[in-house]
Structures are given as C-alpha cells and as structure tokens.
C-alpha cells in the first residue's frame, strides 16, 4: 500500500498520538496528521479513540494497535 494514503488523527501533546506516530516510524510508514483539536466534527468523531489510523479507503484502525496489526492494516509486508 502506499502509505503517503495514510491519514493519522490525534492531537498535539497526545502521548497516545505520539507513541502511534513512533510506530509508524519504527515500520518506515508515515502518515499525514490530522489534529482534531480545531475541528468540532472531528473531536465528536474521534476525540475519545486517538490515535487513530485511517486507510484511503476510509477502513480504520483505531488504538490501541501494534506493529502486526499495523502492518495487516496497510497490507506491508
């Protein structure tokens, strides 16, 4: 999968939303942040599940998760 379809939401100051972020790192994925904070849908949406990881198809993983599923989210291999 091409990973720069990947959108990452959280907010600043998360250690949630960095941790998952790192992880994304550590399996050399990167993923555009989307800060909810500025947004009220999205704090509806999303404000008690961040991090969440969201696919171009609009499928998403929601914390916790790990590298495995991470990478059966994405289909890396």
């Known amino acids: 999968m091409n990973d720069a379809k990947l959108e990452l939401y959280g907010t600043d100051g998360c250690h949630l939303c960095e941790?998952?972020?790192?992880?994304?790192q550590s399996l050399s994925l990167s993923a555009r942040h989307i800060d909810i904070a500025g947004d009220d849908g999205l704090v509806e949406r999303y404000g008690?599940?961040?991090?969440?990881?969201?696919?171009?198809?609009g499928a998403e993983l929601g914390w916790p998760f790990g590298a495995e599923d991470v990478m059966r989210f994405t289909g890396a291999n």
């Open 48 to 57: 008690t599940r961040i991090p969440v990881l969201r696919r171009a198809d």
């Open 19 to 24: 941790e998952a972020a790192a992880l994304l």
